[in-house]
């Protein structure tokens, strides 16, 4: 089955820094992937996906990147906020099988 | 448009009594239902899934169990619950592929 690999597991920013959160997938036959961000005592809110057919994809101050040869994808934030301070998850899903989720990354932004 | 409601939000319950977690969705057929549980601090662990009424399929082995009595109705419940037992429990759906998952608030549930 897949298996999501995702780190760093903590990262800490100054504001206004960029934040970079890698996952890493092992089923070649994945082909969506999204992330989540959930907030301290929150629900996980879907904030950005993207599928096998696009390389990169952008909305505002958040991009993913997929590399489908590597099996790698990547959560890149700019221009970084106190209140993007929060656990991120990546996932991957082949569509017909739930999806797999990495282990989440704690994301402290520090005025 | 689609809503999840997810009860009760927190639970205190003793080790040994039975639980059972409720989650209903709204505005949408046929949705694909989850229940994940999350344990302090760590990641999301799928329990269990349903695609159809009646259709459950578990994901880790435990004392836990799910049912589907309704369309969009998906219950959790134990009859004895371990110290283990203690997380916070979220239930989710999706339309169609395994893909965009929408969840509930959760429920923080602790066994003492």
């Known amino acids: 089955g897949e298996n999501v690999e995702q780190h760093p597991s903590t990262l800490s920013v100054q504001e206004g820094d960029s934040a970079v959160i890698k996952c890493t997938y092992s089923?070649?036959?994945?082909?969506?992937f999204p992330w989540y961000k959930q907030e301290l005592g929150k629900r996980p809110q879907l904030i950005i996906d993207i599928r096998s057919n696009v390389g990169e994809k952008k909305d505002q101050r958040i991009a993913v990147t997929l590399n489908k040869t590597a099996k790698h994808f990547s959560l890149h934030i700019t221009e970084t906020q106190p209140e993007d301070s929060a656990v991120y998850f990546c996932?991957?899903?082949?569509?017909?099988?739930?999806?797999?989720f990495g282990k989440g990354t704690r994301l402290s932004v520090i005025a | 448009s689609q809503t999840i409601h997810q009860w009760p939000a927190t639970l205190v319950q003793p080790v040994g009594s039975p639980l059972s977690l409720e989650c209903t969705v709204e505005?949408?057929?046929?949705?694909?239902l989850y229940w994940y549980r999350q344990a302090a601090g760590r990641g999301l662990q799928l329990l269990f899934y349903s695609v159809g009424i009646g259709q459950i399929s578990s994901e880790v082995p435990q004392n836990l169990s799910a049912s589907r009595p309704q369309d969009r109705q998906f219950i959790l419940s134990s009859k004895k619950l371990l110290l283990s037992d203690s997380g916070f429990y979220l239930c989710a759906w999706s339309t169609g592929a395994h893909e965009k998952l929408f969840f509930g608030s959760g429920t923080q549930l602790s066994v003492l």
């Open positions: 089923d070649s036959a994945s082909n969506y």
């Open positions: 996932a991957a899903s082949r569509g017909n099988t739930p999806l797999v």
């Open positions: 505005g949408t057929s046929n949705p694909n």
